[in-house]
């Protein structure tokens, strides 16, 4: 066990450090397959996901947009757990669309959509 945590550390480390040269700010996240990994990436107001291992080049799997000149305020103000969740994340992509102003956390993004967000609707 100690074995196995030595070299998924290492890797992570590896991965990481190549993401790094890529974007302004990166999270990773360990996959559920042994020694894979996902790159959260951001740059500006773009997020990218992408799959990596150290023996084999990133996979894109999603591109997002953030919405970071939006005021947040209403968000907070009408939904306090957004400003928790905010604060807690190391970074977030924020929507703003015609329906809803919120916010998720990249890292639990998974088929279009992340289990870590906190929205409001739009009247």
Known sequence: ????FSI???QGLIVEQR????YDRVELAASFVPW???????TGNHVEL???????TSRPVAALKSHEE???????????KAKVLY????????V???KRLGIFDPRFYRDGESFVSEYIEKR
């Open 87 to 94: 604060e807690w994340s190391p970074f977030v992509v924020v």
């Open 50 to 56: 992408t799959d990596a291992t150290v023996w084999s």
């Open 8 to 10: 998924q550390t290492a």
């Open 1 to 4: 066990m100690l074995l196995h």
């Open 36 to 42: 894979h990994f996902r790159v959260i990436g951001k």
């Open 19 to 22: 993401a790094v040269l890529r």
């Open 70 to 80: 939006t005021d947040l305020s209403p968000l907070f103000n009408q939904n306090p």
């Open 96 to 98: 703003n669309d015609s």
